[in-house]
């Protein structure tokens, strides 16, 4: 059988080597290999893969340990000669990804005294990787604190790459490498003049999300004038190692997976990725992030990754393999509110971080972008004879919102007023602007936009009143921008998981640019304020740490299960969260399983447990076969969907629940095994069932007794459409079940659609 391998092999390398003589264009693609085929002859996969491949083509990584593979450079015709080749799984064309901040530790119920900080010490011991821009390792929140004399964790295995630009690690940056062999096969050479080609973060991402997960404290940090105190990463003696994948043109493929398979290979126990795709999520086997989190997960390694920031519409999420954490955004009880004052004495509340030392506190004429040459104030678009010396509003859209306060700088303009319209709805979010600007609604937007087409002479004024903190308006709220369900590939599996903090978050920032990563902006701080779901993965990834610290023992779904089935719902008023796009109530598509709540994640009760084979069944499930599981399990040899037995995608034993009712009187039915990992071997739950008029739930047995000899029981829950005819207003229900005994409440949500005729309900 080897004999015929090589011979394959030999003959494609000479046809791989005389094609690439021609002068076809080359890109980058990354090859999954099954591990088992190797030819004797060779000693390593990697000289396999050169073989493979030959002079000139260039090998730029080979993967080992979350995948199995290489990526490299290849014109269209090797790749087609490869696709014969015998031991190639599949062949993926490397693309770019997007990037999609100190209350948050209070806001979530941290404290020193209780719960999860001392019940996991701070999470010590425990290595989370951030996968992102870099970091600026002189900052405070990276500052030593003593973990220098600590000895390192005995499962460490990483480096620190060293330069003139990146001088030493330290007890709390533990590990750094940059990877950007595909960037640069792609884009180019990187710039060394605008960004660091070390694990240096010249862009703030990075610093920013690696300070959320780990960061120590630093006493007296803030904006400004804005959000002073204590800053504290959530894993706060957690160590930090670091791989650089973003650099100024977006994050590739083919160094996201080096990054991955290298993190694992070092020994971390969380991989922080706050990136992912821009559109709808790719087919899991055609997504390397999926693919890469995969091999994380068999090696026991937590993924927690950003959910995207392309909401409000549905379908939106990605990241949304069932083996990723897949993290919402949503609001903290801290604003930063300011006034508009309008000429005719109307006032309107907004947002700002202005924090320059102008001000606009007596009334300025006031105009439309619109009626001066770009409503989304581009830059050099702004008819500065319109524009100088007042006051500009400005439509939300279209270009980043601190741009547009630029642009009115730029233009002459005293101040602006950033008036979000129907797709931003009522979600605001402080930036810093370079001139006195404030954000609001689309409802004062509407009013204010009015108020100008109206006057004669309108005018305004803006008030700033620093940093407030309180129930008023209520907290949390699900962002508009924080992308949502269902999910786009797997519709009987709920996505997004769970929200946490991700708008105006404080966090630490790089030392390299300003804070609103504008040329012209030449301030410089160590703490900076910004939004995303790239804030909430890491507030994510840094409570997965405490919780691997805590159980050691749990493997990625049992810490993920933890998290989800613990989250609340309601708001700090009492009232269902509410969703900023549209004011109404939020719903599992939007906020997946609820709010992250780290300190009853401790004691969760019951767990659902997930093994890799049960990943692989619900890969069957779905359709896919033995050779598309094969990029997962990186061996073509060790898959055979007709021993798995998962009826189908909804049966995987996932912490929440999607059904999707194929005609009006559908019955579900979906098995669930749970584990009981409270203090009480013999404890009994009971179940309680919510859900619409539209949908009978019925769940066997409705009790559990668990014993010493059964720790995990399983139990039947079984949904019957009774829906009469489909109308419009049956678009989406939801209801939940909740496993109780007495001392533990274990909620997992239920989101029903019928068919494939869910449309946004916006
Ligand atoms: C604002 O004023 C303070 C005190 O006068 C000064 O130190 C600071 O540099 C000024 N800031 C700007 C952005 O001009
Ligand atoms: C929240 O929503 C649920 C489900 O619709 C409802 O049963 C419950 O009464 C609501 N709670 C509050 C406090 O409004
Ligand atoms: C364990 O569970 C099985 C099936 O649910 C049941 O038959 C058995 O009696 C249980 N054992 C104990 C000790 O409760």
């Known amino acids: ?42 000693s390593t996969h990697h000289d396999w893969y050169t073989s493979i491949l030959s002079h000139p083509t260039k090998i730029l990584y080979t993967y080992t340990h979350a995948s199995h593979g290489f990526s490299a450079r290849l014109t269209a015709s090797q790749v087609d000669t490869l696709r014969d080749t015998p031991g190639i799984i599949s062949i993926l064309l490397d693309r770019p990804r997007q990037l999609h901040t100190t209350r948050t530790p209070h806001f979530l119920g941290l404290a020193d005294t209780f719960g999860l900080w001392p019940n996991s010490n701070y999470a010590d011991d425990i290595i989370i990787g951030v996968l992102d821009t870099g970091i600026w390792p002189e900052h405070k929140s990276f500052k030593d604190d003593g973990l220098e004399s600590v000895a390192l964790p005995s499962k460490w295995k990483g480096v620190c790459e060293t330069g003139p630009d990146f001088e030493a690690c330290n007890g709390k940056i533990i590990g750094a490498r940059a990877f950007y062999k595909g960037y640069e096969a792609s884009t180019g050479l990187i710039d060394e003049t605008k960004e660091s080609k070390s694990p240096r973060d010249t862009e703030g991402h990075g610093t920013h999300t690696a300070s959320t997960a780990a960061g120590s404290t630093v006493k007296n940090a803030g904006f400004y004038q804005y959000a002073d ?53 790719p087919q899991y086997d055609d997504d390397s992030i999926a693919i890469g989190a995969f091999g994380a997960m068999q090696k026991g390694v937590v993924v927690s990754c950003s959910a995207g920031n392309s909401g409000p519409g549905p379908y939106t999420a990605t990241n949304i393999a069932p083996w990723i954490a897949t993290i919402g955004a949503s609001t903290l009880d801290r604003e930063f509110p300011a006034d508009v004052v309008l000429g005719d004495g109307r006032v309107f509340g907004g947002v700002s971080l202005y924090s320059g030392n102008d001000t606009i506190d007596h009334l300025f004429p006031l105009v439309y972008a619109a009626d001066c040459g770009s409503r989304y104030c581009y830059t050099g678009k702004l008819d500065e004879s319109k524009v100088a010396g007042k006051i500009v509003v400005c ?64 005018t305004a004024k803006i008030i700033f009143r620093g940093t407030v903190i309180g129930a008023s308006p209520s907290a949390p709220r699900v962002a508009a921008f924080s992308s949502r369900g269902p999910n786009y590939r797997t519709p009987e599996i709920l996505k997004p998981d769970i929200i946490a903090p991700g708008v105006n978050i404080l966090a630490g920032w790089t030392g390299f640019t300003s804070p609103t990563d504008l040329v012209i902006d030449p301030r410089r701080v160590e703490f900076n304020i910004i939004s995303g779901t790239s804030m909430s993965c890491p507030h994510v990834s840094g409570l997965a740490g405490l919780l691997r610290k805590a159980y050691p023992k749990w493997n990625p779904a049992a810490i993920k299960s933890a998290l989800m089935t613990t989250t609340y719902n309601l708001d700090n008023t009492g009232k269902n969260i509410t969703d900023l796009a549209t004011g109404a109530k939020s719903t599992p598509f939007i906020h997946g399983a609820g709010h992250v709540d780290p300190n009853r994640a401790l004691d969760p009760g019951l767990v659902y447990d997930i093994e890799v084979s049960d990943y692989i069944a619900f890969l069957c499930s779905i359709g896919y076969n033995a050779r598309r599981i094969s990029v997962f399990t990186k061996d073509q040899a060790s898959v055979d969907c007709k021993t798995t037995s998962l009826k189908r995608p909804g049966d995987l034993n996932y912490p929440s629940f999607a059904v999707v009712f194929q005609s009006n009187g559908d019955v579900v039915s979906y098995k669930r095994v749970v584990k009981n990992v409270g203090s009480s071997v013999n404890a009994v739950y009971e179940a309680t069932l919510k859900g619409p008029s539209s949908v009978e739930i019925d769940v066997l047995p409705k009790k559990l007794v668990f014993s010493a000899e059964n720790q995990s029981l399983s139990y039947v829950i079984m949904f019957t459409s009774k829906v009469a005819g489909i109308t419009d207003s049956v678009l989406a229900e939801f209801g939940s079940i909740e496993w109780s005994d007495g001392v533990h409440v274990v909620r997992s949500p239920i989101a029903f659609t019928w068919g494939h005729i869910y449309v946004s309900s916006m």
Request: glycine letters at 10%.
């Open 229 to 281: 105190g204590e800053a504290r990463g959530m894993a706060t003696k957690a160590r930090i190692a670091v791989y650089k994948i973003c650099w100024g043109a977006g994050c590739f493929d083919s160094d996201i997976l080096a990054a991955m398979d290298q993190a694992v290979a070092d020994g971390v126990d969380v991989i922080s990725l706050s990136v992912g795709t821009s559109g709808y999520a």
């Open 1 to 42: 059988m080897n004999t015929f391998l090589n011979t394959i092999f030999i003959l494609s390398t000479i046809i791989i080597s005389s094609s690439s003589s021609s002068t076809e264009q080359q890109e980058t693609f990354i090859i999954h290999v099954s591990k088992s085929q190797k030819p004797s002859t060779f």
């Open 395 to 458: 439509d939300r859209g279209g270009n980043a919102r601190v741009e547009k306060g630029s642009a009115v700088k730029i233009s002459g303009g005293v101040g602006m007023i950033l008036a979000n319209t129907e797709e931003s709805g009522e979600e605001l979010i402080a930036d810093s602007h370079l001139v006195p600007a404030l954000e609001v609604g689309q409802i004062a937007g509407d009013k204010i936009r009015n108020y100008v087409k109206s006057q004669q002479s309108p």
